[in-house]
Each structure stands twice: as C-alpha cells, then as structure tokens.
C-alpha cells in the first residue's frame, strides 16, 4: 500500500532522494548521531529497543506514512530507538537541515509535524501503561489487530495480515514467546484466528475484538 499524501510527505517526495532497503538492514541505532530522517513510502519498520543483557521490546512497527528518525531535528541530533527494515521498504531521505529550513517558512508544515509527534507520543504512553496493567490475552488480540491496521488489511473473517515470529510478537507484548505461543494456540482452539508461519488469518474477527476488549486486570 503507497503512503497517504501529507505535506512532510511533499517535501521528502520534492527534496529527499529514494533509498530501497532489504529486510532486516538496521536504519538507526539508539543514540546515534545522525543528520537524516526518513518517509516510508512503502514497507514495514520496526521500533525496537535492546538492553545491554540482550533482551528486546518492541515499541511499534511503522507503515508507509511514517517519519522515521526525528531525533535528527534535536540539538543534539541523536536517535532514542533502534529501526529495522521489517519488509524490504522504499523510503525518502531528507537531512534534518533541508527540512529545518522547510519548517521555518512553513507554519502548516509546523503544525503536522507537531501532531505527528503529538500522536506517537501518546500511542507511546498508551502502549507503557497496556504492558503494565492489561493481562497478556488482550494485548496480544490488541497487537494482531494492530498488525491489520499498519497493512491495512479490513478486520474481518477470512483476512490474512502477516504478524512476524512469535519471537517478535513476544517482544511486542513484553513476555516470552512460550506464553505468547500458548495464548495463540488457545485463540486457534477457540476457532478465532488460524496461524500459518508468520502470518494470521481471521476466522472470527468478533470475538477477537472482544478478547481485545476485556478488563485491565494485571496476571497474576
């Protein structure tokens, strides 16, 4: 699916040069210094973070639309998450200058940019408090239906979005890929999604927004 046309979209298509990435290149690291940003036109980018004992949390994956690397508008033009080519992606790159100056004479292109940011951050902060006060059978049912949305793929019986490694999945809901794997395996007896390799198909997309839906009650 081609990204919405946007203004920062505009300005990458009219001043950025196009990048084609394999999957799996690593985009960013966190903390790097870097001067570039990046307009996804086409693909999926992971948003992760890794600790230094090796273990991983996945913040979010990006659709075509989505700017990545605003860390370069700071002064200190540093990056605060890892990204990674999650599907082989076209994306526009700017540097951090040109679209500074474009933003100093453009007071609308200020306020998308404001939203964008405005928006991430509370998708950011939704996503904290899920992991720490919903139980793992919803958040996973939250984060497949997720999955629909970034593809764009309509959430109803017989669609098929592709969700990744359960390894993957499992670093998206903070748990470890046992316990995802056996949720998954109950939602299939259940007879609400059908998994085959990385990718899900839903046989009843009702019951899988209920199960999305349930209480905020912590595991036990």
Not at 52 to 77: H, M, N, Q
Not at 117 to 138: D, F, I, M, W
């Amino acid at each position: 699916m081609p990204a919405p046309q946007t203004r920062l979209g505009g300005v990458f298509t009219e001043k950025g040069n196009l990048v084609r990435l394999p999957k799996g290149r690593l985009l960013q690291s966190r903390g790097e210094l870097s001067e570039r940003l990046y307009y996804l036109v086409k693909g999926h980018v992971l948003l992760h973070l890794s600790s230094l004992v090796g273990k991983e949390l996945t913040l979010d994956v990006f659709g075509p639309g989505e700017l990545i690397g605003i860390g370069a508008l700071s002064t200190e033009s540093a990056h605060y998450l890892n990204a990674t080519t999650l599907s082989e992606c076209v994306l526009r790159c700017l540097s951090a200058q040109t679209l500074k100056s474009e933003l100093m004479h453009n007071a609308e292109l200020c306020l998308e940019l404001f939203n964008w940011t405005n928006n991430r951050l509370a998708k950011y902060a939704s996503h904290v408090e899920e992991l720490g006060l919903c139980r793992l059978a919803p958040r996973i049912a939250r984060h497949i239906i997720n999955h629909f949305r970034v593809q764009g793929v309509p959430l109803k019986n017989g669609s098929e979005a592709s969700i990744g490694s359960q390894k993957l999945l499992a670093n998206m809901v903070a748990s470890t890929r046992e316990s995802v794997n056996k949720e998954l395996r109950r939602l299939q007896e259940r007879k609400v999604i059908e998994i085959s390799r990385q990718s899900v198909r839903l046989l009843d997309a009702s019951k899988l927004k209920q199960q999305a839906e349930t209480d905020s009650t912590t595991d036990s």
